[in-house]
Structures are given as C-alpha cells and as structure tokens.
C-alpha cells in the first residue's frame, strides 16, 4: 500500500513463493538492480549462452540474504524410468529446488546457472538476489493492517511484462488503478 514506511517495500510487487505455519518468503518482481544477468554470469565465470538473456536485469529480490541467487522459474518435468517405459515424474532437474503452486519452482543452486549459461535451462525465469521473509503470522498481520494487497499471482506479470508496468498490472487485477488508490489504505471516495 502507499502507507509503508519501508523502502524496501515501497511500490513494490511480492511474489509470494512460499507460505505456511513457519512464515512467508517471496521476491520482489519490480526492482531491477544495475547488474544484468550477463554481468553476473561474468563475475561467476560462466559464460551466457542465452542471447535471450544478456540484457536481463538480476532484480534486488528483497533484504535478505542478498549475497544470495534465486531463481524462479518454471517447472520441467524430468523423466523417470518406470514398468511402462520412460513417465514423467515431479522430481526437479536441479540440486535445491522448492515447488511452488501453480507450476513453478524455486531454485536456489547453481546447477541451474550452469544450465542457462550452455544455452539449457528453463525458458521463463526470473533472477534475484535476496528475498522476503516474514515471521510465522507477521505477514497475516501486515495484511490484517491494510499494509498489502493480495491477488492471486498471474506469471506473465513476472515474466512476461515490462518492470515498469508490473506494479499498475498488479493492481488491475484488483481492478485497482495507482491513481485512485488511497495512501493508507482502499479507494479513495
């Protein structure tokens, strides 16, 4: 909502990629950072394959732990040999994977950087450092304060609309615009 007093947080997107008993984590999906994929690949010493990539920006996913990458993007079904001869299977191409609902995954392990940099590697994904965090019942309280909105996540807003739409696209889906929506909190009269 415009009322948080959070930089961090202010006009951004969360992308909610896990919530339960033990709290919430997400990424902010609308605060590029200066470094592009390219560039990160670089200082990583693999090369990107992926011109679909180079110009990428690695997005500043949230305060925590942002020495650290997260990759979401979405599922791919690996192949598991079975009495019927080759099935898919749910089990995840990559070393540290947590699915999340709707069809995507969470990737935290650098198997999947490799796989990008040889030109692999899922087709829609989304580069962050840092993510979200919040305390068993902090989010539910934040939301009870009229401090978020919630929406149920559309994944072209994340992968496939520019950064600067992605907060009024946010919104829309609320039937919502930025204009007439009031500082602290539901529509202004």
Known sequence: MPSMDDADFEKT????FDHGTNGAAGLVI???SESSIQQMFYRMDLDLRRQDLLST???NGGPMFTDRGFVLHEAQDTLEHGSEGFVPSKASFW???????GGLEMTTSRDVLEALSSGAGPQKMFLALGYAAWQAGQLEREIAQNDWLTVPADHSIIFD???T???SAALSLLGLDEITLAPSGGMMQ
């Open 30 to 32: 609308n605060r590029p």
């Open 95 to 101: 070393m540290s994977t947590l699915e999340v609902p």
């Open 161 to 163: 609309l520019p950064v």
């Open 13 to 16: 997107v969360v992308f909610v």
């Open 165 to 167: 739409k992605r907060y």
């Open 57 to 59: 920006p690695v997005f």
